[in-house]
């Protein structure tokens, strides 16, 4: 059975810092991994999609890196802004048109 | 990125009735659907996957009969909870994905309170 681990829970830094987010998975055999970002009491924002044969994806200040052999995952926030405060989710994919298994979020909070 | 709508984005009902919740794909068809539970700071659980024209496929202890899921068309997937009780009270979310994506896309959610 396929578990997702994001730690910390949550995470405070200050504007302007570079940081790095953690998602850990414990199969290897994945097909995606995504990104995703959940403000409160609202629905999830995909922030990117990584293939299975693929080592990293870019959007804008975002990078996100897979490591599959390893399980792990990493998103990188470039140049933290305010407005970037939200809880982070990591998922996995088993295949196409299939179901996501979810870690519990980082709650990131980026202080003026 | 395609767009899922879902409705309503908050509901409140008392115990023993039933509520309905939509979810669209506006702008693809979505040839699977999923359901997902999302209590406070936790992650989000898959109650049920559903294909279009098919029966829902339910997770290990997901009640079929309290929740009844209908995809009958490839724009459209319904979740109705029958006879809601306060513990059904939660944050629910569905996604869709279409013929051979494997992006998926989350609606807005709904946040159900059963008084």
């Known amino acids: 059975k396929q578990e997702v681990t994001q730690i910390p829970a949550a995470l405070s830094v200050p504007e302007g810092e570079n940081l790095v987010l953690n998602c850990s998975f414990t199969d290897s055999a994945i097909y995606n991994l995504q990104w995703f970002r959940q403000d409160p009491g609202k629905g999830l924002t995909s922030l990117l999609l990584?293939?299975?044969?693929?080592r990293e994806q870019t959007s804008g200040r975002l990078n996100a890196s897979l490591d599959k052999s390893s399980g792990r995952s990493t998103l990188y926030i470039a140049a933290s802004q305010p407005g970037d405060s939200a809880t982070y989710l990591c998922?996995?994919?088993?295949?196409?048109?299939?179901?996501?298994?979810f870690g519990k979020g980082i709650t990131l909070s980026v202080r003026p | 990125g395609a767009v899922v709508s879902q409705h309503p984005s908050w509901v409140i009902c008392k115990s023993g009735t039933s509520v309905k919740i939509e979810c669209r794909s506006l702008?693809?068809?979505?040839?699977?659907m999923f359901w997902y539970r999302q209590f406070p700071k936790q992650s989000l659980m898959l109650m049920a996957t559903?294909?279009?024209?098919?029966?829902?496929?339910?997770e290990q202890g997901v009640e079929k009969d309290k929740f009844l899921i209908n995809h009958a068309s490839l724009t459209l997937s319904t979740l109705t909870v029958t006879s809601a009780h306060p513990e059904d009270s939660s944050f629910y979310i569905c996604?869709?994905?279409?013929?051979?994506?494997?992006?998926?896309?989350f609606g807005q959610g709904t946040r159900l309170t059963v008084v």
């Open positions: 996604s869709a994905t279409g013929q051979g994506d494997t992006e998926a896309f």
């Open positions: 990584i293939q299975s044969s693929q």
């Open positions: 998922a996995v994919g088993s295949g196409a048109n299939s179901k996501l298994t």
């Open positions: 702008d693809f068809q979505a040839t699977t």
């Open positions: 559903s294909n279009e024209g098919s029966k829902a496929t339910y």
